[in-house]
T-cell receptor, first 117, second 115 residues
Framework: DADVTQTPRNRITKTGKRIMLECSQT?????MYWYRQDPGLGLRLIYY???????NKGEISDGYSVSRQAQAKFSLSLESAIPNQTALYFC????????????????FGPGTRLTVT | AQTVTQSQPEMSVQEAETVTLSCTYD???????LFWYKQPPSRQMILVIR??????QNATENRFSVNFQKAAKSFSLKISDSQLGDAAMYFC????????????FGKGTKLSVIP
């Protein structure tokens, strides 16, 4: 979905380095999410935010932190990267103002491929 | 715990044929929504189809349709007239968590289309 962008698209970093993945959206949605995808495991929720002042841990938040700088921006940080954080990371948004089932639909960014060596 | 199960890690289908991908889920909710997402090699997550649980009628989007069995908690995706561009990972998902704001995903089914 071109309205949700992620930078960088690919990143290789070394163990112990701090790294930030950024997500921006022009959809005007209040809710934003960070997921991690590993082969054979599907997508797992890391953190989610309902608005700038409401940030919540997901299923696998250990080793990660987030910052919601504005309605449109939601960043994911790895304070000290480790090899098992090598994965594909997705940002997503949703709009609870939509009617019915559409409020739970999520719109995904293109993903960031992160490799920790 | 609420879970989603896709029992077929990989499937293949001949071009122009029909294939069905299975998904079962476990929820205590009475009103919810179910989704199938497609992830082609470009890795973009694309919504294929959604089903509202309180609707009896199965959802259809062009060549894609679902077989929704609420009592059995089953949500299968049928792809008719398969095309080479259908080759992708397919994930089923449904909303979980307080207020149903999160999505829980299955582990995915990799679909190959044979020319």
């Amino acid at each position: 979905d071109a309205d949700v962008t992620q930078t960088p698209r690919n990143r290789i970093t070394k163990t112990g380095k701090r790294i930030m993945l950024e997500c921006s959206q022009t959809k005007g949605h209040d809710r934003m999410y960070w997921y991690r995808q590993d082969p054979g495991l599907g997508l797992r929720l890391i953190y989610y935010s309902f608005d700038v002042k409401d940030i919540n841990k997901g299923e696998i938040s250990d080793g990660y932190s987030v910052s919601r700088q504005a309605q449109a921006k939601f960043s994911l940080s790895l304070e000290s990267a480790i090899p098992n954080q090598t994965a594909l990371y997705f940002c997503a948004t949703s709009d609870p103002r939509l009617a019915g089932g559409m409020k739970t639909r999520q719109y995904f960014g293109p993903g960031t491929r992160l490799t920790v060596t | 715990a609420q879970t989603v199960t896709q029992s077929q890690p990989e499937m293949s289908v001949q071009e122009a044929e029909t294939v069905t991908l299975s998904c079962t889920y476990d929820t205590s909710e009475s009103d919810y929504y179910l989704f199938w997402y497609k992830q082609p090699p470009s890795r973009q997550m694309i919504l294929v189809i959604r089903q509202e649980a309180y609707k009896q009628q199965n959802a259809t989007e062009n060549r894609f349709s679902v077989n929704f069995q609420k009592a059995a908690k089953s949500f299968s995706l049928k792809i008719s007239d398969s095309q080479l561009g259908d080759a992708a990972m397919y994930f089923c998902a449904y909303p979980t968590g307080a207020g149903s704001y999160q999505l829980t995903f299955g582990k995915g089914t990799k679909l190959s289309v044979i020319p």
